[in-house]
T-cell receptor, first 115, second 112 residues
């Protein structure tokens, strides 16, 4: 158990809908990272927040957005969902925000299925 | 285009049969090269970070090395519990502060 929690574990929704995925980092960690993992694309870095501020952005679609709240939990919002958004979404956390070089601890993931 | 390529895609080893996994990268301004282990349906588990060519790190039966173009994960005398997918990732200077790109992984199966 990494200490990172993600909810929900599974999510089934329809095309065009909007969903919110939630992540709570390990106690004491200030950074949260979001990733998408699909069979064809592999693991893709989406976005990194450090202490409430966006630190780096990867291959995140404009339909997706994220934020980190004062209590350090983070939410990833996915809107106008398409079939291709079906994937495992992972959250990770680290102690600081050193340009992506810190050891990251991954949560168990949220499996999203868009029908 | 910045890329991280892992080979082979899959590897079957007999218990005790040592081998190496390869991660080649073509990125500008490498800041760090990571290795992770991922079990089916679970999040990746951190193994190593390498920062500069010539660096080596070891942990139990695993040893990671880094050159200017690639990294190797050597597995010595593997056991069935080493079966997993091994991912490498490169952190490098990019748009904004940095970028992070993962390879597609090597699926390792160790047969008793």
């Amino acid at each position: 158990d990494s200490g990172v929690t993600q909810t929900p574990k599974h999510l089934i929704t329809a095309t065009g809908q909007r969903v919110t995925l939630r992540c709570s980092p390990r106690s004491g960690d200030l950074s949260v990272y979001w990733y998408q993992q699909s069979l064809d694309q592999g693991l893709q870095f989406l976005i990194h927040y450090y202490n409430g501020e966006e630190r780096a952005k990867g291959n995140i679609l404009e339909r997706f957005s994220a934020q980190q709240f004062p209590d350090l939990h983070s939410e990833l919002n996915l809107s106008s969902l398409e079939l291709g958004d079906s994937a495992l979404y992972f959250c990770a956390s680290s102690v600081g925000g050193l340009a992506g070089l810190e050891t990251q601890y991954f949560g168990p993931g949220t499996r999203l299925l868009v029908l | 285009e910045d890329q991280v390529t892992q080979s082979p895609e899959a590897l079957r080893l007999q218990e005790g049969e040592s081998s190496s996994l390869n991660c080649s990268y073509t990125v500008s301004g490498l800041r760090g090269l990571f290795w992770y282990r991922q079990d089916p349906g679970k999040g990746p588990e951190f193994l190593f970070t390498l920062y500069s060519a010539g660096e080596e790190k070891e942990k139990e039966r695993l040893k990671a090395t880094l050159t200017k173009k690639e990294s190797f994960l050597h597995i010595t005398a593997p056991k069935p519990e080493d079966s997993a997918t091994y991912l490498c990732a490169a952190a490098y200077s990019g748009a904004g502060s940095y970028q992070l790109t993962f390879g597609k992984g090597t699926k390792l199966s160790v047969i008793p």
